[in-house]
């Protein structure tokens, strides 16, 4: 546990300094090459800027307007009257198009479950185990004008509720 | 796909929004997100150029080459048809070991250069056949990178540290367990669907 806590404070670090180091070692121009990458990334970061106006556009709408309130509610509903935990599914549909809204989401049930809970601990795991769908698959594939995503949906929901399974799962035998 | 999914999220904010005389709040939250969207990639724009700069140096360094060697029997596991000595396959490499790390700003960037050369690939694959349809690579690449990969969820722990938990890095065993989960379930569907269909580029 502690040494995960100093890990995770490290990584970041650590990995800058072993590539860094390992370029000093081959006697590379470290920082020419840094300066290149870096107008690559920027380069990058404009292209991607339009999609993310649109999407981000896209949520807006939907949480504005009340659609993602009156969805999660209704699931909500759904859920507790067959029993399930009924906080969980809203975190898990939010998540798929903003992990924004969807910590939030989960930062409100650590304050009403508190973290250690079962739901708690359930939303922890969900959200460390999935990804935002549809985000990642509008910046990768509207940067490369691909239209037709073939299965990559299917497979990728399909993943997703594999993780929101075993999250659920593992979460009760904690 | 994300044309209607798209127009769905637009269409069904502001109609629902008009109903139930949120519109005002729909006028607000349009430009609120399009400022977002600014903030959001002037933040990007220093992570990602830092990221993007320290890999470069790792590119030519070799480091890269090395890191993505190990890399190789996943690779060529999971994308048969990839040319052996394709620039994608370094870059996907380099996608997959940071998301590994958690390091989400540095995988973007060579997660959208993979996708350029496996479109590039594709073009040359079939000239004839229309662009814009995804290619096996690209699907299986998506869905794997999607079933998120993150061994140590970094941020989370620090969430639950804030909201007292006792234990906050005590998700970190489950955690890994579920992410190997939903991604043994990607690698399992991806197998299939490239056994079913037959060479890429073709309708299902």
Not at chain 2, 111 to 116: D, I, V, W
């Amino acid at each position: 546990m502690r040494l995960i806590l100093w890990l995770s404070d490290f990584l970041i670090p650590l990995t800058v300094l072993y590539i860094v180091g390992f370029g000093v070692l081959m006697r590379r121009p470290v920082y020419d090459d840094f300066v290149e990458g870096a107008k690559e990334g920027a380069g990058t970061v404009f292209s991607v800027f339009p999609t993310l106006v649109g999407l981000m556009t896209g949520v807006g709408a939907l949480r504005s307007s009340g659609v993602l309130d009156a969805l999660t509610d209704t699931l909500g509903q759904w859920m507790s009257a067959a029993g399930l935990p009924s906080p969980l599914l809203p975190v898990a549909v939010v998540k798929l198009f903003s992990s924004g809204a969807a910590t939030g989401l989960a930062l409100d049930i650590f304050k009403t479950y508190g973290p250690d809970s079962q739901l708690g601990l359930a939303a922890s795991l969900m959200l460390s185990s999935t990804e935002t769908v549809f985000y990642t698959m509008s910046i990768y594939f509207l940067s490369v004008n691909v239209k037709k995503t073939r299965y990559t949906l299917p497979g990728a929901l399909l993943a997703t509720a594999a993780g929101i399974a075993a999250s659920i799962f593992l979460a009760g035998r904690l | 796909m994300l044309n209607n999914i798209w127009a769905f999220m637009i269409l069904t904010g502001i109609v629902w929004a008009a109903f139930h005389g949120n519109i005002a709040a729909v006028t607000q939250g349009l430009l609120d997100a399009a400022a977002d969207a600014v903030s959001i990639c002037i933040t990007m724009l220093g992570v990602v150029a830092m990221w993007t700069g320290v890999l470069k140096i790792g590119e030519r360094s070799g480091l890269i080459d090395r890191l993505a060697g190990r890399m190789e029997p996943i690779l060529r596991f999971l994308f048969p048809e990839l040319p052996a000595d394709h620039p994608a396959r370094r870059l996907i490499a380099v996608n997959m070991i940071a998301n590994i790390l958690g390091l989400g700003w540095a995988a973007t960037p060579a997660g959208l250069q993979a996708m350029k050369e496996l479109r590039q690939l594709e073009e040359e694959r079939n000239s004839a056949s229309s662009p814009g349809i995804a290619s096996r690579e690209m699907c299986t690449f998506l869905i794997i990178n999607i079933s998120s990969l993150q061994l140590i969820p970094v941020n989370m722990i620090a969430y639950r540290g804030q909201y007292g938990s006792a234990e906050p890095a005590a998700i970190v065993g489950p955690a890994i367990a579920a992410t190997a989960a939903s991604t043994l379930a990607a690698v399992v569907f991806c197998k299939m669907m490239n056994r079913r269909s037959g060479r890429s580029g073709r309708p299902d």
